[in-house]
């Protein structure tokens, strides 16, 4: 790992992983029983997050770096909350990289970290906008 990197974890059942992740800033407000945009974001920021196994399969599926995902997040707003899918509250984040690319991310919240839970590119049939469901 070169220096100025940081780690990010990827937790699939027992399965841990340490890979290298670059890091960024900014800010928002929501109920607190909700995960909220300033929470989110300042997580990403501080690297206290981590991928999913599944999170980080799509995002190559889609060939989107961890750059990429990063920006859409820091760049996004919140467009669904999931109070409770199973696995504790989670939300639908909409956002665009640097050059304009959409990008779907749902985050959810595991202990003191945010979990990047699947991650992908907003397309028809599911989606007619990035914004709005098909």
Same mark, same amino acid.
């Given at each position: 790992?070169?220096?100025?990197?940081?780690?990010?974890?990827?937790?699939?059942?027992?399965?841990?992983?340490?890979?290298?992740?670059?890091?960024?800033?900014?800010?928002?407000?929501?109920?607190?029983?909700?995960?909220?945009?300033?929470?989110?974001?300042?997580?990403?920021?501080?690297?206290?997050?981590?991928?999913?196994?599944?999170?980080?399969?799509?995002?190559?599926?889609?060939?989107?770096?961890?750059?990429?995902?990063?920006?859409?997040?820091?760049?996004?707003?919140?467009?669904? !909350?999931?109070?409770?899918?199973? &696995? $504790?509250?989670?939300?639908?984040? @909409?956002?665009?990289?640097?050059?304009?690319? /959409?990008? !779907?991310?749902?985050?959810?919240? &595991? $202990?003191?970290?945010?979990?990047? @839970?699947?991650?992908?590119?907003?397309?028809? /049939?599911?989606?007619?906008?990035?914004?709005? &469901? $098909?």
């Amino acid at each position: 790992m070169k220096i100025g990197e940081k780690k990010c974890i990827f937790i699939f059942k027992q399965y841990i992983e340490l890979l290298p992740v670059k890091v960024k800033t900014i800010t928002r407000t929501v109920s607190p029983e909700m995960l909220s945009e300033k929470y989110i974001k300042n997580k990403i920021a501080h690297n206290d997050y981590y991928y999913s196994k599944h999170a980080d399969q799509e995002r190559q599926n889609d060939q989107l770096s961890l750059l990429d995902v990063e920006e859409s997040i820091l760049s996004g707003r919140i467009l669904e !909350h999931y109070s409770d899918t199973g &696995r $504790g509250k989670s939300c639908l984040m @909409v956002g665009f990289t640097k050059e304009g690319k /959409p990008i !779907h991310c749902v985050c959810g919240q &595991r $202990g003191e970290y945010i979990v990047i @839970v699947t991650v992908y590119i907003p397309k028809p /049939p599911s989606f007619k906008t990035p914004f709005e &469901r $098909g």
